[in-house]
């Protein structure tokens, strides 16, 4: 096996749910509605916003706003969306030094890297400028493929990107989403990490600390 297929947050990065928390009451406060209703919004649709129901991140503001009784204004909006873009720029940028080296070597011993992330519209566009971006082959980001983990449509995207099947694939995640026994199910060698989280605890299979432990797991 030569393909490697990542998730990305609380595989590479952290989830930063405790600063996604703080940022979606910023956007409430900045939309003109109850930040704490507006929190439970914006929470409660994120299978829509995963797979891009709503268009762009502005639109998608509007309407979770709109749900909560508020009629932003253009410049609202765009406050929102801002502090929205920021948050995802700023968790992009944490990967871990072992975790981006670990991608490297991966990338030296001829490995193709492929990632399957349920994401929304604003971290998909801020993924370019990250420092993970430049050791991946693929994406396959659920807002673009219009299906989220554990769909096998998002597996088979990054599969048919990087001209593998499943079988010739090792995926690594944190188990969010029943992503590990939708991979394994497609006959990915499915492995789960507890860097960042411990999403899974009753997974059966293989389990690494941290992602670099991935590497002595498959002999990279």
Not at 141 to 158: L, M, Q, R
């Amino acid at each position: 096996m030569k393909v490697l297929l990542t998730d990305l947050f609380s595989t590479l990065i952290s989830g930063g749910d405790s600063e996604r928390d703080v940022v979606n009451a910023q956007m409430g406060s900045a939309l003109g509605v109850d930040a704490t209703a507006f929190q439970q919004a914006f929470d409660a649709s994120s299978y829509e916003r995963f797979i891009g129901a709503y268009g762009d991140l502005p639109n998608t503001l509007r309407v979770i706003a709109e749900r909560c009784g508020g009629t932003p204004t253009d410049e609202q909006v765009q406050e929102a969306t801002n502090l929205r873009r920021a948050l995802a720029q700023r968790l992009l940028s944490r990967a871990p030094a072992a975790t981006l080296e670990t991608l490297a070597a991966f990338k030296a011993s001829g490995w193709r890297i492929g990632l399957i992330s349920n994401i929304t519209a604003e971290t998909q566009l801020q993924w370019p400028a990250s420092p993970l971006a430049k050791y991946y082959d693929a994406t396959a980001f659920s807002a673009e493929v219009g299906a989220a983990k554990p769909d096998p449509t998002i597996y088979h995207a990054a599969c048919d990107a990087l001209g593998a099947a499943p079988a010739d694939c090792v995926f690594i995640g944190d188990g969010n989403d029943n992503e590990l026994t939708a991979a394994a199910a497609l006959g990915m060698y499915t492995i789960r990490t507890t860097e960042h989280a411990n999403n899974a605890p009753t997974w059966p299979g293989p389990t690494v600390p941290t992602f670099a432990d991935l590497r002595n797991l498959v002999g990279v």
